[in-house]
T-cell receptor, first 116, second 116 residues
Framework: DTEVTQTPKHLVMGMTNKKSLKCEQH?????MYWYKQKAKKPPELMFV???????INESVPSRFSPECPNSSLLNLHLHALQPEDSALYLC???????????????FGPGTRLTVT | SQQGEEDPQALSIQEGENATMNCSYK?????LQWYRQNSGRGLVHLIL?????REKHSGRLRVTLDTSKKSSSLLITASRAADTASYFC????????????????FGKGTKLSVKP
């Protein structure tokens, strides 16, 4: 199974809501990533988890809170978002060996988030 | 921060023609990868070329890497309408100790349109 799944596909939320995005992979990958992508722009890295530990946080505002409950699951908890946070949120996974060059990343289809 | 710069930003060709996209980057890398993204969807890994490789082929794809010029090119031969997508290069920057920083830096992308 070489698939990364993301739920929900679409999400509309108000600025006072709390919601969560979910990502799952069963490829045994030990690195998982959250990206944010605005229209006509490249993906921007938000967080990296390696072996279920947060290894990279690209100065993301605290209204985004990642969680990695186990090696197959990655969540992104959202709270008090702003309209400018509306974007496509992509999850990816990759084989990982500490210090070794990066391998290819497998991306999910993304969650289209609209903040009203 | 973005490292790669693709050229051209947009490319429109007829089916059957070849498409060439270029990518430039700024720092030492472990490898360079190319990804394809259909409109509003997740990215799909196409090919990875290591820093000690100069050329790589995969089906209709040919990638070259010139580390002295810090540039790469992606050639798609005999293009098809289904190749219409955005193409991104992504670099794995070398960490100060020589290994991987654990993340990819995506370029701005080339939007390819193949007309039937």
């Amino acid at each position: 199974d070489t698939e990364v799944t993301q739920t929900p596909k679409h999400l509309v939320m108000g600025m006072t809501n709390k919601k969560s995005l979910k990502c799952e992979q069963h490829m045994g990958h030990r690195a998982m990533y959250w990206y944010k992508q605005k229209a006509k722009k490249p993906p921007e890295l938000m967080f990296v988890y390696s072996y279920e530990k947060l290894s990279i946080n690209e100065s993301v505002p605290s209204r985004f809170s990642p969680e990695c409950p186990n090696s197959s699951l990655l969540n992104l908890h959202l709270h008090a978002l702003q309209p400018e946070d509306s974007a496509l949120y992509l999850c990816a996974s990759s084989p990982f060996r500490a210090g070794a060059p990066s391998y290819e990343q497998y991306f999910g289809p993304g969650t289209r988030l609209t903040v009203t | 921060s973005q490292q790669g710069e693709e050229d051209p930003q947009a490319l429109s060709i007829q089916e059957g023609e070849n498409a060439t996209m270029n990518c430039s980057y700024k720092t030492s890398i472990n490898n360079l990868q190319w990804y394809r993204q259909n409109s509003g969807r997740g990215l799909v890994h196409l090919i990875l070329i290591r820093s000690n490789e100069r050329e790589k082929h995969s089906g209709r794809l040919r990638v070259t890497l010139d580390t002295s010029k810090k540039s790469s090119s992606l050639l798609i031969t005999a293009s098809r309408a289904a190749d219409t997508a955005s193409y991104f290069c992504a670099t794995d920057p070398k960490a100060p100790y020589g290994g991987s920083q654990g993340n990819l830096i995506f370029g701005k992308g080339t939007k390819l349109s193949v007309k039937p």
